[in-house]
Structure formats: structure tokens, C-alpha cells
């Protein structure tokens, strides 16, 4: 059995303005609880961070991650960056969205797209436990703005041509988000901030579709908020706890640091019930 991690922090973008603070945190707060809790290898932890997180990069090393994985090996995949969406492929004038991941080097045009990320997560060998967590935001509805370098607390949310477009001329765009990434639908979302769905991965994801993910000053550095409380939850339990109950504790601390957004929790029932990143036996 092997435990093999992928950890991606993106603070320094080639979009002017779009710079975060507390990606780059995440990872080396991630990769300690790794190596300290569950017993990951440094050099099974594959990091990627800032200008090396290309789109390249990145779809090279969730490849690689996803195909090392054999049963009863424990695969961890963690994002930490600017989430958007954009036109799906086959839309009219933005009618429909789908949700995007964005590299350092990010082309509109050209996006790393859930469709993608599904269709490669989709390939995971049976046994294998695969965790996902993202630290980010995909909704449409939340600010536009890009807030100045110094403010306590951002959203992980880029916003792209498009929504320039409609801000500026005042049209709203149509449409709701596209989740290809997610397994869930969005009435089965809005009924609770776990879904039981059949995918091969346990899904962690910052926020609701509707909400933002917090690149935040606390505890006198800069993280994201999802992050933070998850490194902390699993401290607080000595690594010994399952992903409901881990949710749960997330979830807790996130309104008790007076952060509004909800981690959603996503995957099979036999997933969820499991001790977090644990092997399946």
C-alpha cells in the first residue's frame, strides 16, 4: 500500500490583479499534516506551486496521480487557487456554464475545464481511495470584484471575460453553472452539504455553488479558510476521524471564525463512512 499526494497552491497568476496570499501556505500546511498524520513519504507528495502550476503541469500531474493509483494505495489530490466558469463548449452567448480550475498561465479560451477533471478522475483502478479537495471557488453569483492586496479576506473567485462583459453592460448572464466536476445534482446539493453519490473519489469543496471560498489573513498569516480549518480539524482529532465527521468539525469552525461559506462533502455512502484516508480494505 502506498500513500501518494499531489498538492497544488497558486498565489502568483499571469493575470495582473489576480494574485492571491494563502495558496502556497496551504500546500506546506497540507504536506505537514501528511507527513506527521498519515504517514505520506515526502517523496511520494508531489507539490506545484505558483508559476510551475501550469495547465500543462497540473493535467500532467492529476494523470499521473490517478494512474499510480493501485487497490488498496490512498491517493490524495488538493487545489488551492482561483475557481471559475465559463460558457460550456457548446453553449449560446454564456447560457451555460461550466466550472474551471484556473493555472497560473489560464487561457479563456483554452480552460482546465470539470469536464476534464471528471473524465480523468473517472479512471481511478477500483480499491483505491482517492480524496479530492478544493479550496476554491467556481460560483457565478458572488462579487466581480477583484479586491486590493492588502484586504483581510478575498474570494478564490477570478472573474472572467464574459462576466466583464455582462458587469459592464448591466446584463445579467443567463444560465446556472454547469457542475460536471460533481456527481451531485443541484437539488440534491440544496437539500443538505453532504450528497451520497456514486464516484469513484470522496469530494471536498470549499463552498456552495452560490458562495465564495476565503483567501483570509488568520491566526496572523494568510490561508484559506477551507484549508486552515481542515489542517486544524485533523490536528484536533490526531488524524483520527471519518469524512463526515471531519465535515462536520470543518463546518464548525468555519461559522465560529465568522466565515459564511459551507464546505460540501461528496461521494459514496461506503466513502463517507470511512476513516479519512484510510485505505479500502
Given at each position: ?99 474551471i480550475l484556473c493555472p497560473t498561465d489560464l487561457d479563456w479560451k483554452a480552460p482546465l475545464t ?58 445579467k448572464l443567463r444560465g446556472k453553472v454547469a457542475v460536471g466536476m460533481r456527481a451531485a445534482t ?96
Amino acid at each position: 500500500m502506498t500513500k501518494r499526494a499531489l498538492l497544488i497552491g497558486i498565489n502568483r497568476y499571469r493575470i495582473p490583479g489576480a494574485d492571491l496570499r494563502g495558496c502556497v501556505n496551504d500546500v506546506v500546511n497540507m504536506q505537514s499534516v501528511l507527513t506527521t498524520l498519515y504517514g505520506f513519504a515526502k517523496k511520494d507528495i508531489t507539490t506545484l506551486v505558483d508559476y510551475d502550476a501550469t495547465k500543462k503541469n497540473m493535467q500532467a500531474a492529476i494523470k499521473a496521480l490517478v494512474a499510480s493509483g493501485k487497490k488498496g494505495d490512498v491517493l490524495l489530490l488538493h487545489y488551492s487557487g482561483h475557481g471559475a466558469n465559463v460558457p460550456d463548449a457548446n453553449g449560446d452567448e454564456a447560457d451555460r456554464r461550466d466550472e474551471i480550475l484556473c493555472p497560473t498561465d489560464l487561457d479563456w479560451k483554452a480552460p482546465l475545464t470539470d469536464d476534464w477533471l471528471r473524465a480523468t478522475l473517472d479512471k481511478l483502478r477500483a480499491g483505491v481511495n482517492l480524496t479530492v479537495v478544493m479550496d476554491c471557488c467556481h460560483s457565478g453569483s458572488n462579487t466581480r470584484a477583484l479586491l486590493p492586496p492588502d484586504a483581510k479576506s478575498m474570494p478564490r473567485y477570478l472573474p472572467n471575460p464574459w462576466d466583464i462583459m455582462a458587469e459592464e453592460s448591466g446584463r445579467k448572464l443567463r444560465g446556472k453553472v454547469a457542475v460536471g466536476m460533481r456527481a451531485a445534482t443541484a437539488a440534491k446539493r440544496k437539500r443538505s452539504d453532504i450528497a451520497i453519490v456514486e464516484i469513484p473519489e470522496v469530494l471536498v469543496t470549499g463552498c456552495r455553488d452560490t458562495q465564495t471560498s476565503a483567501d483570509a489573513s488568520i491566526g496572523g498569516t494568510f490561508n484559506g479558510a477551507l484549508t486552515y480549518h481542515l489542517v486544524a480539524a485533523l490536528k484536533s482529532a490526531k488524524g483520527k476521524t471519518t469524512y463526515r465527521k471531519l465535515h462536520a468539525d470543518v463546518l464548525a469552525r468555519l461559522a465560529k471564525s465568522k466565515f459564511d461559506q459551507v464546505p460540501q462533502l461528496e461521494g459514496s455512502k461506503a466513502n463517507l463512512d470511512r476513516g479519512f484516508l484510510d485505505p479500502i480494505v
